[in-house]
């Protein structure tokens, strides 16, 4: 959860950014993968010596496309420039 951490941490320090719409969305998206990926991981740590716990790597790739698209992989200050312009 690294952007979400940064992000909240900007946010208490400095309030609610002003966004537009779309760098809004994109923001909350990054933050709701990462808690998805999150999610995903407690599971499949809970489930690592049964074997349910393969089924999980599929969606656990495909959110972390998703988010490597939303970020490309940016430092979470580098990515906070981005978005915050």
């Known amino acids: 959860m690294l952007y979400t951490r940064y ?3 900007i946010i208490n320090q400095y309030g609610r950014p002003n966004l537009s719409d ?3 969305r994109k923001f909350m ?3 709701h993968l990462e808690g998805r990926l999150a999610g995903i991981n407690t599971i499949k740590r809970a489930l690592k010596d049964a074997r349910e716990a393969h089924r999980f790597d599929v969606e656990h790739y495909n959110v972390s496309k998703k988010l490597t698209e939303l970020t490309g992989n940016l430092p ?3 990515l906070k ?3 915050f312009r």
């Open 29 to 31: 998206n990054i933050v």
């Open 7 to 9: 992000f909240s941490g």
């Open 81 to 83: 420039e981005q978005l």
């Open 22 to 24: 779309e760098q809004f």
């Open 76 to 78: 979470p200050e580098k």
